[in-house]
């Protein structure tokens, strides 16, 4: 179905509720880039990914909704990866909207510690190290449930 109505509107019954809850520029970010994504593929899952592939390059999910970033760019390792083909082939995480790439170790504290997630920390120049990774796996499945 399609996303927007006449004169640039976001059909407000066919978006996701976490964007129900999210800005008007997320809503249209998201809605534009579905309809032109079924245009091009049809409806269906192919439509949806390509939408919200498009809504995180500029947005972060924090917990039922979606904010913008400071700035535009990819936020996880699959999404920074050279060719379509390595993104569908599964190579690198996702982090459920979780903007990896432009946290900073104190966003991603700050955020580990308002859902209950306790873990040592440390970010190595190459990248996440593995308990970072652990620490955005669970602030990505408790923080679905968080409003912040």
């Known amino acids: 179905m399609p ?34 994504a079924v245009e ?28 913008a970033k400071d700035k535009p760019g990819p936020s996880d390792p699959r999404s920074k990866q050279a060719t379509t083909e390595a993104k569908r082939s599964g190579r690198g995480e996702t982090y459920g909207g979780v903007d990896a790439e432009q946290n900073t170790k104190q966003e991603l504290y700050e955020r580990a510690r308002r859902v209950g ?14 308990r970072s990774v652990s620490l955005l796996r669970e602030v990505t499945r408790i923080g679905e449930r968080v409003t912040y």
């Not at 640039?8 to 032109?36: C, G, I, M, Y």
């Not at 192919?46 to 947005?59: I, V």
């Open 117 to 130: 997630v306790i873990a040592g920390w440390h970010r190595p120049a190459g990248g996440l190290c593995e």
């Open 40 to 67: 091009q593929y049809g409806e269906g899952e192919r439509a949806h990914r390509t939408a919200y592939a498009a809504l995180k390059q500029t947005h972060e999910r924090k917990g039922d909704r979606w904010v």
């Open 3 to 36: 996303k927007m109505a006449s004169g640039n509107k976001v059909k407000q019954s066919e978006l996701p509720e976490t964007l129900e809850r999210s800005s008007a520029k997320a809503q249209r970010t998201f809605a534009k880039a579905h309809d032109r």
